[in-house]
C-alpha cells in the first residue's frame, strides 16, 4: 500500500497573482511567416496572406521546420499533421488526406478521414469533426481538423498525446518539442540514487508521479514546465485509462484534492483545476477546515489503501491551505506461486556484512532472466499482469533494458527472502534535486491556475508518502500513498538451470509491461 500527500502553504509574502499567455512564434523568417499568418487570414487580408505566401516558398527549409503553427481560439495550435506525427517515433501510416511514405507527405482530397497509426495507438480523426478515436475510443477535440491550402492542420497536443509522444513550450526559444513519452524508469532511479543505501526501503515512483502532476495542472511558468520535466513529461490524458485498467486488475488508484476553507473565506478550487483533476485522474474535490483537515485527509487515505497506511499527516501539517492525495493498494498472488514446503532458513549476508538466518522461499521455474557482468535479474509475474523484477548487483540501466525487452526466459532456481517493509519520507529536498525548486520558493512558485479567490501566493510545503510492502509464498500486498500538501525439489530435466539467489543486498521493482514503476525498494538488512 501506498500514500502520498502534497501540502500547500501561504508564501512568506504576498503577491498578485499573474496569468502569463505566450504565443507560438518560432524564431528568424519562420516567427515572420507565423506572425504573418496568424494576423491574415485567407480572405481578410489577402495581401498579406500572399505575402506570407511568398516567403514561404523563399525559405522552404523555415516551412519543414515548423509547418503552419497557427494559434486557434481555443489556445491550442495546429501543426501539419505529418510533422506532429513523424515525430512520434517509427513509420506511421497515413489514409485520406495524408499519404505518408519514408521519403515525403503528400496530399489527397479523396476522403475526409485521417488514421495515424504508431506501435501503441491507432487514431483516427474526421476533417471538420470535433470527435477523434483513439484505439476505438471516442475522444472530445476542443479544435477540429482543416484543410488549408492542400495541407491537413490537427490540434497540436491532442494528436501528439493521442499517439503517446509529449510536448514542450520552451518560452526562452520559442519552440515545440515532440517527442515519444518515455515512462518512469528514468526519475525512478534518479529517486532511489538519493535514497538512504544502509537501510530498507520501498517507494511508489508511479504515485509521486501523479500527485506532482495534480500538482502542475495548478501551476504555470517555470513552476510547471520544472515538475513536467522532472518527471519526463508524462502524458496525463492516459492516466484515467490507467486507472481503469488497474483497477480491473484489482490494483486500486485512488486521487483526491482538499481545500482548507479556514484559509482562504471565498477561495476554492478553480472550475477548470477541478474539471481537470476528475477527467484525467479521477479525482474528486474536498473542503475541510482547521478542525478536521487531518483527520479527513488520514480517514480517506486509510480507506483507499484497506487500512495499510494510516496517520501520515499529523499536527505539524493542520493549517495547510490544500493538499493533494494520491493512493495505491495492490494485493496480488503469484502467477508461480512459492510452495510453504519449499521455505526454510538460510543464510542472508547484509550490507554491513553481518550474516542473519532467515526464512528462503525457493522454486525453479520458467522465468524472464537478465544478466550483464554484476548485474542478474529474474522477473516474476503476478496474476493481475503486474511482475516483481528482482535485481542483484548494479542497477544502472536496468529498467531501461527491461523495457527494450533484454530478458530472456531460462529455466531459474529462485532463492529469495520473505519480507516486509515500511518506509515514510518527504521528498522535498530530492524533488529540489531533481531540478523542481520554484514550486518550494516563496517568491517564484506560481500556482495560480489551482484556487480562485485565494489572496495570496502559495507553494508546496511538503511532499509525504507513505509505503509498504509485504512479499510471502502466496503474492504480495503492497500500499502506497502521497501527499504534497499543501525444500528444494529435485530438477530432472536437460536444460541448464541459472541459480539465482538474493542473499545479499537486492534491489527490487513492481513494475507493468509499459513501463510504469508502481513501487520499488532495496532490503539490504534482515528485518
Known sequence: AMILVITFSRCAFSQNRRKIWIPMIPLGIGGVYTIIYILSPKGLFPSLYKMAEVICFIFPAFMECLILARLLPSNDSYMDLWQVSSAGGGLMDF????FYSSEKCLPVKKEQIITAKNDSNTISLEIGSNEMTVND????????????????????????????????????TKTVAIAPHKYNEYYTQKLMENLPKDENYVISPFSLEMAMMMASEGAVGDTKQEITKAFDSPNTSLYSQIITDNKNKGIDIAN????????????????????????????????????????????????????????????EN????????????????????????????????????????????HQAADFKYYENGDTKAVKLPYENGLSMVVVLGDTKNILNDIHN?????????????????????????????????????????????MLENYPERIKIDSVLQKAMIDVDEKGTEAAAATVAVVPKSALSVDEEVIEFRADKPFTYYVLDDSGNVYFAGRYVKAA
Not at 489514409?95 to 495524408?98: D, P
Not at 519449499?342 to 522461499?361: C, H, L, P, Q, R
Not at 531460462?410 to 531540478?435: Q, R, T
Request: hydrophobic share 35%.
Open 137 to 172: 475510443e471516442k475522444v472530445s477535440l476542443d479544435t477540429a481538423p482543416v484543410i488549408i491550402d492542400d495541407r491537413t492542420l490537427v490540434p497540436l497536443r491532442a494528436v501528439s498525446e493521442a499517439l503517446d509522444c509529449n510536448v514542450d513550450w520552451d518560452g526562452d
Open 256 to 315: 483526491s484534492i482538499w481545500f482548507n476553507k479556514d484559509s482562504g473565506e471565498n477561495a476554492y478550487f478553480a472550475d477548470d483545476y477541478q474539471k481537470k483533476i476528475q477527467s484525467d485522474y479521477q479525482g474528486n474535490a474536498q473542503s475541510v477546515t482547521n478542525d478536521d483537515s487531518i483527520e479527513m485527509v488520514n480517514e480517506w487515505v486509510e480507506k483507499q489503501t484497506n487500512g495499510k497506511i494510516t496517520n501520515i499527516l499529523s499536527e
Open 405 to 449: 525487452n533484454k530478458m530472456t526466459s531460462k529455466l531459474v532456481d529462485v532463492s529469495l527472502p520473505k519480507f516486509k517493509a515500511e518506509y515514510s519520507i518527504d521528498y522535498v529536498n530530492i524533488l529540489k534535486n531533481m531540478g523542481i525548486e520554484k514550486a518550494f520558493d516563496n517568491q517564484n512558485a506560481d500556482f495560480s491556475l
Open 95 to 98: 489514409e485520406g488526406n495524408i
Open 318 to 361: 493542520r493549517g495547510y491551505v490544500c493538499a493533494l492525495a494520491n493512493a495505491i493498494y495492490m494485493k496480488a498472488d503469484w502467477v508461480n506461486k512459492f510452495e510453504k514446503e519449499g521455505t526454510y532458513k538460510e543464510t542472508f549476508t547484509d550490507i554491513n556484512g553481518d550474516e542473519s538466518e532467515i526464512d528462503f522461499m
